[in-house]
C-alpha cells in the first residue's frame, strides 16, 4: 500500500503563488506515475498535471492547457515527496487539490486511472 498526505494550500491573492506538497510512504516504486487534480465545488474533478518519476529524476512532466507556464511539478527525493509549484494564481484556481499516484510508465490525465490518493488540500484565491 502507498500512503500519501498533502501539505500546503491555503488562502492567497490573485497573482500570488503556493506549493502543494504530496509525501508518500509505504510501499514504493521504482517508476511512478504522479497526477494532480482539482475540484471547485460544484463541477467535476479535472486534470491539473502530471509526471512520470523514477526514484530519483522526474522524466516527463505534463500540464493542463490552464496552467501550463503558472504550475510546476518537482520533487524532493529525499523526502519523498513531490510538489506543485503554483505561480501566477488565479480565482479560477480555487478547488480542493488532489495528489495522486499509480505504478505505470506512462501519463495519465484521468483521475480514475490512479491507484492511491492524498486526503486533498483546499487552495483559495482571492480575487
Known amino acids: 500500500q502507498v500512503r500519501l498526505v498533502q501539505s500546503g494550500g491555503g488562502l492567497v491573492q490573485a497573482g500570488g503563488s503556493l506549493r502543494l506538497s504530496c509525501a508518500a510512504s509505504?510501499?514504493?516504486?521504482?517508476?511512478?506515475?504522479m497526477g494532480w487534480f482539482r475540484q471547485a465545488p460544484g463541477k467535476e474533478r479535472e486534470f491539473v498535471a502530471a509526471?512520470?518519476?523514477?526514484?530519483?529524476?522526474?522524466?516527463?512532466?505534463y500540464y493542463a492547457n490552464s496552467v501550463k507556464g503558472r504550475f510546476t511539478i518537482s520533487k524532493d527525493n529525499a523526502e519523498n515527496t513531490v510538489y506543485l509549484q503554483m505561480s501566477s494564481l488565479k480565482p479560477e484556481d480555487t478547488a480542493v487539490y488532489y495528489c495522486?499516484?499509480?505504478?505505470?510508465?506512462?501519463?495519465?490525465?484521468?483521475?480514475?486511472?490512479?491507484?492511491?490518493w492524498g486526503q486533498g488540500t483546499q487552495v483559495t484565491v482571492s480575487s
Open positions: 495522486e499516484v499509480r505504478e505505470s510508465q506512462e501519463i495519465a490525465t484521468t483521475q480514475n486511472l490512479f491507484d492511491y
Open positions: 509505504g510501499r514504493t516504486f521504482s517508476s511512478y506515475a
Open positions: 509526471a512520470i518519476c523514477s526514484s530519483r529524476i522526474i522524466h516527463t512532466t
